[in-house]
C-alpha cells in the first residue's frame, strides 16, 4: 500500500482543536465519499478506502451530504427495466 503526505500547518491544526490522527482520518473519509461520488469508486472501494465496513461508511457520508445511492437517470431506468 502506498502512503500520501499532505503538509499541514501546525497552527491550522492548532485550531482545529484536532490531533494529526483525527486530521488523518477525516480526509480519508472526505477522499473515498468524494470517489464514491464522482464514480471513480464503488461504495465498496470507497468504504474500505476508508478503513469502515460498507455499512458503517453509508452512515459517514450521509452525515457529509453524500448520497449513497449514486445514480444518474439512465442507471436508475436500466436497473429498473431489469428488476
Not at 480526509?27 to 469502515?52: C, H, I, V, W, Y
Amino acid at each position: 500500500m502506498t502512503t500520501l503526505q499532505i503538509p499541514v500547518d501546525d497552527r491550522w491544526l492548532l485550531r482545529a482543536g484536532m490531533t494529526v490522527n483525527e486530521l488523518a482520518g477525516e480526509l480519508r473519509d472526505f477522499l473515498a465519499a468524494k470517489l464514491d461520488e464522482s464514480g471513480r469508486r464503488t461504495l465498496g472501494q470507497a468504504a474500505e478506502m476508508a478503513g469502515q465496513l460498507v455499512w458503517s461508511f453509508m452512515e459517514t457520508i450521509s452525515r457529509m451530504g453524500v448520497s449513497v445511492i449514486n445514480m444518474d437517470l439512465d442507471m436508475l431506468k436500466h436497473d429498473l427495466a431489469a428488476a
